[in-house]
């Protein structure tokens, strides 16, 4: 009984992570990226001066970040233009509501991409993504061109708004390849809905859609949780086997000793 004891307590001690006050400790980036949650959140609730006195803060303390932080040119570029175009439309008064929350919504997955290595909150976006084109896809099949029109735009709507953060989390010529499927498609609406080859043009954009959210579906585990688990397994199956030796070593020593005694 005390040898599974034993292997209870190395078990706990062992799948535990070993974490410091370091680990705990928010990194500027991180900072910055609960800035911009908490102006979504002061949006979504029509709260637009907290809103907009957050996004003044966060020019502030980024400029105070990045002297412990470096950003790529691309990095500060599509981080810029998604802040400035959320504090512009903030600053709206003729904005609905929908465009503020659509706004700053992608201003916070573009910091939520900076700051995270792993499940970022794009991916979260594919369900109403891939309604929306499936909206134009249906729309296209029955030739109905009004419908057609109304479905595509709102799907560029919902793909604008995870655009800047998808350029920080895939290769350049994926995320290059990919807009210029979506630019032709709107560019050329009337042209590809009248086209012969409008279905087979969107089943190619959707297929690389689909590819967009599964491949970065699969890069979200962290490669440290499988090197605990590995490590953790390998303890066990260790001190499992180091239990049965002693036990059975235990039972081959008992018959000896109880011959000496005789």
Request: net charge negative.
């Amino acid at each position: 009984m005390k040898y599974m004891k034993a292997v209870f307590i190395l078990f706990f001690l062992f799948s535990v992570p070993h974490v410091s006050l370091a680990d705990h400790a928010p990194s500027p980036v991180n900072e910055l990226d609960d800035i911009a949650d908490q102006a979504l959140q002061m949006t979504k609730a029509g709260k637009y001066e907290e809103a907009k006195h957050l996004l003044n803060q966060f020019s502030e303390e980024f400029t105070a970040a990045s002297m412990h932080q470096s950003f790529s040119m691309d990095e500060l570029r599509i981080m810029t233009i998604s802040h400035n175009l959320a504090l512009e439309t903030i600053n709206q008064t003729n904005a609905g509501i929908e465009q503020k929350v659509n706004a700053v919504t992608r201003f916070r997955l573009v910091m939520d991409a900076l700051s995270s290595h792993y499940q970022p909150l794009w991916v979260e976006m594919e369900d109403p993504l891939m309604e929306a084109f499936n909206g134009v896809k249906t729309a296209a099949e029955i030739g109905n061109s009004e419908q057609y029109h109304t479905e595509l735009n709102l799907f560029l709507s919902k793909y604008n708004i995870i655009q800047p953060s998808i350029k920080l989390d895939i290769p350049v010529d994926q995320a290059q390849a990919l807009d210029a499927r979506i630019s032709y498609l709107d560019n050329y609406r009337q042209k590809v809905l009248e086209s012969t080859d409008a279905m087979a043009e969107l089943t190619t954009l959707q297929t690389d859609l689909e590819h967009l959210f599964e491949n970065k579906k699969e890069d979200e585990a962290d490669p440290s949780l499988w090197w605990v688990i590995i490590s953790t397994g390998s303890i066990i199956v260790s001190t499992l086997s180091y239990v049965g030796w002693r036990k059975y070593k235990g039972r081959g020593e008992a018959p000896s000793s109880e011959r000496q005694k005789n």
